[in-house]
C-alpha cells in the first residue's frame, strides 16, 4: 500500500486524505499512519487543513468539522 500511495500522490500531487483512504479501501486513521511513512522521509508533506464547506470564516471559525487534510508529493 506504501506503493500505491507513493504512485497516486506522486501522479496527482496532492490529494485529500479521503481520497486517499478512499483510493486504499481504508479508514482514514489507516491511511494517515502510512502517510505519515512518506513524512518521515521527506517525501510527503501534510499542508494546513483548508474550510471544504465554503464558510466565510475558513476552518475552526465556524462550528461545523468540515475540514481536510490535504497531502503533497515532494519531489
Not at 479508514?27 to 513524512?39: K, T
Not at 521527506?42 to 494546513?48: D, F, M, S, T, Y
Not at 475552526?60 to 468539522?65: E, I, K, P, R, T
Request: glycine share 10%; charged share 25%; proline share 3%.
Amino acid at each position: 500500500m506504501l506503493t500505491e500511495i507513493r504512485a497516486y500522490l506522486s501522479e496527482r500531487k496532492r490529494a485529500s486524505l479521503a481520497e486517499i483512504a478512499l483510493r486504499l479501501k481504508v479508514p482514514p486513521e489507516a491511511a494517515r499512519g502510512m502517510l505519515d511513512h512518506w513524512i518521515r522521509k521527506g517525501k510527503v508533506c501534510r499542508l494546513a487543513a483548508f474550510c471544504a464547506g465554503g464558510c466565510s470564516r475558513g476552518c475552526g471559525g465556524c462550528s461545523q468539522s468540515h475540514s481536510s487534510e490535504i497531502y503533497e508529493w515532494v519531489a
